[in-house]
Every structure is written in C-alpha cells, then in structure tokens.
C-alpha cells in the first residue's frame, strides 16, 4: 500500500492545485482595457449593458448588478421588505450572507434542516417552520444544484411568502429547462473569482418583477433617482435628483461589468467543462464505497460551482480533518463549504445552539470541496482521483 506524503511518502502532484480559480483570457483582459481608454469607469454604458446580459442570459425580465453578491442578497432583501418582527427561512449550509441578509433588515432568520442526499434545503422542513411571523424564504442553490423550486414557490404562494433564490453557486443552471434567474420571485448572483463567471467582484439580482426592480434600482444606488415619478418635488432641472429612499452604494463597476460580460459569452464552454469534471469524478468516486456522491435532482440541469467530496466515516480509520491534511500533502488543496451558519459565534450570541438542523450539522463534518474548475487539464482531473483514490485505500477499514 503506498504510503500517504502526509507521512513521507510521495505527493502525487508535484505542484499544488486549489479547489478554485479564475479562467481569465486575452478577450477578458481586453475588455477591461477598453474601459480604462473609454470616457467611464463606473456609472457608464458598460453597466447597462451588463444588466441586459444578464436578463438575456437568464431570461429574466430585470437585472441589477452590483458590487458583490452580499449587496444582492442584501438589497433583495430589503426590496422583499424584510423587517423587526418579521422571520425568513434560510438553509443553514450557505456562507453566512445567505442569513446576515435577513439580519441587516432586522428580522430573524429561521434554519431548515437540508436534504441528507442532495444537500439543499428541504421543502417538508420550510412548511413546518412557518408562522405567522414568516415573511419569505431564502433557498440557496448549493454547489449549483438547484433547489426545489417548484415545491419552494407553491409554498410561498400558499403562506403568502417572497421567495428570494440564493444562486451565487448556480449561474448557468437551468430548472426543468428554465434557467435559474428567471424562476423565484427574486434571485441572487456571485461573481467571485472562484464561481462559474466572475467579475473580480461582483454579484447581481434578477426578478420578472416590475415593483421589485424598481426598489433594487434604488437601492443599489443610495436611494437616489432622476425618475421624476417616484419624486416628492420633481423638477424639469438637468442636474436634478433626489433622495427618495435610505439605500447604499452597491454600484458595480464598468471595468467590472465588461469583465463580466466578456465572461458571460462562455458560459455554456465553461458551464460544458465543469460538467465533465464532475461526471468523470462522479465515475470514479461512486466506486469507492467509503464516499458518498452527492445526489442531483433530475429537475436540475446543473453547472456546478463546487464538487463536495463526503466522506463515509464509518468505513475510515480517519477523521475528515486527517483526509483533509493528507490531500493537502498531496498537492490537491480542499476547502470545507460549509459551516452550518447558527454555528458561527455571532450567531451564537444571538441565542441559537447547535443541534437545530442534524443532517446539516452532520454534513459538517463530513465534507470538503475538492478542485473544480474550467482550467483544470484531464491530467489534472486525474491527479485530483488519484490522490483521494490513495488516501481512501490507506485508511480504509
């Protein structure tokens, strides 16, 4: 048996690879260049046309970009009206944005439990959670896999609910054909360096709702317009404009925005890549009866953003933080997605305690995020099998 480099055998890779990476190419940097040469950096030509991209690419009919994707979920929930006394719904396996959103408005975030096979929040779970405080749901498509959507909207109708759309992890992913952005009432976008299409930074909301995107509008921009409708004192003047409602400056940047929209032309050639990926580490892994592969609901035509590699612990000799060092050894660099978000201290402060959502907790500890990424050569896809394939046949009971 060959002998882990966590304990001086030989890496498999002689370089490291990370869990994630950017896929930036010369039409991407060119872009940028034009805007630095062009009359705007920011509040230009380029962010209008990265919110009619964006509409074209999820077939939305409104788009706002903004700076991040904390400020989408942020401004989405502020349009949804989320306030003090109000509760919201939101998976516990997220980053912390997902449930800090419903917080900055001065509501309560609600954790349902997640689905033990797909990871994603679990319908029966929402309906048992509502009261008549509820206010909405935010239901996030974690990996990329979407949620169930359908189940999800006809509980919202039901109770009267918004429903918002975590997808930072799903640009690309259709539901039953549809793509994911034109689906609930409002649904949020990342474009970290390590997501499907990235922006540096950058994030977005989309919603087939005029009213909606009306308040996002504002929002996005310190509440300020020029729209001469929604004034208190309007006025035929030039220069005029008027603060009509408290926001923020969430503005995205034109060198952001034509970045994006560079990225966004390959979104099917990146979307295509990280498919096979996971399809040949779903092969692989799948023979390995110590790892459980993540189950995919056939609904979700999924563009994955992370590939969760989860560890049947009953049949190791090792806990999931040895395999974690052990695959760093091996030059393959892993990240845990995610803590369940009651578990962070903040939260702790506010009264929750462990033990609200079992199967999410139990995930924990039990998962990493092992590479996936367009760049990744099939040399490197094979590295990345072949030194799990090492560890698991080490610490196999």
């Known amino acids: 048996m060959e002998k882990p480099a966590l304990y001086g055998g030989t890496p498999v890779r002689e370089k490291a690879i990370s869990y994630g990476r950017q896929c930036i190419e010369e039409d991407d940097i060119q872009a940028v260049v034009d805007v630095l040469r062009s009359d705007y950096l920011t509040c230009g030509p380029m962010v209008d046309a990265l919110d009619r991209k964006l509409c074209e690419v999820t077939g939305a009919k409104y788009a706002v970009a903004v700076s991040n994707g904390t400020a989408a979920l942020h401004i989405a929930a502020m349009a949804a009206g989320f306030g003090p006394g109000d509760e919201v719904i939101v998976s516990p396996i997220t980053f912390a944005a997902s449930a800090n959103c419903v917080l900055y408005c001065g509501a309560k975030p609600v954790f349902a439990d997640i689905k033990n096979d797909t990871y994603n929040i679990d319908p029966a779970c929402v309906e048992k ?148 990926i996971v399809n040949r580490y779903d092969e692989a892994f799948s023979r390995m009866p110590e790892l459980i592969v993540q189950k995919e609901i056939p609904e979700s035509d999924t563009t994955r953003h992370l590939y969760i590699l989860r560890l049947d612990l009953e049949k190791l000799t090792c806990d999931r933080k040895t395999f974690f060092n052990a695959l760093a050894a091996e030059n393959v660099r892993a990240q845990v997605h995610y803590l369940p978000v009651y578990w962070h201290s903040y939260y702790e402060s506010l009264g929750y305690e462990k033990g609200l959502c079992p199967n999410a907790e139990k995930l924990y500890n039990e998962i990493m995020s092992i590479p996936l990424f367009p760049a990744m050569t099939d040399a490197d896809v094979e590295d990345v099998i072949a030194a799990v394939k090492k560890l698991v046949d080490y610490f196999r009971k």
């Open 129 to 276: 959670l509502i009261t008549p405080a509820t206010k909405g749901i935010v239901a996030v498509d974690f990996t990329g896999q979407a949620t169930e959507l359908d189940a999800l909207r006809e509980i919202a109708k039901k109770h009267h609910l918004i429903l918002i759309e975590d997808a930072a992890h799903a640009m690309g992913t259709k539901y039953k054909g549809q793509p994911v952005g034109s689906i609930a009432d409002m649904t949020c976008f990342s474009f970290h360096p390590v997501k499907t299409v990235t922006s540096g930074e950058g994030g977005a909301v989309t919603t087939n709702d005029e009213a909606l995107y009306q308040k996002l509008l504002l929002y996005r921009s310190h509440g300020i317009t020029r729209n001469q409708s929604i004034m208190k004192h309007p006025t035929d003047a030039a220069w005029y404009n008027e603060q009509v409602d408290l926001g923020y400056n969430y503005r995205i940047t034109d060198m952001q925005s034509a970045l994006l929209i560079s990225q966004l032309n390959k979104l099917t050639r990146f979307s295509d890549r990280r498919k096979e």
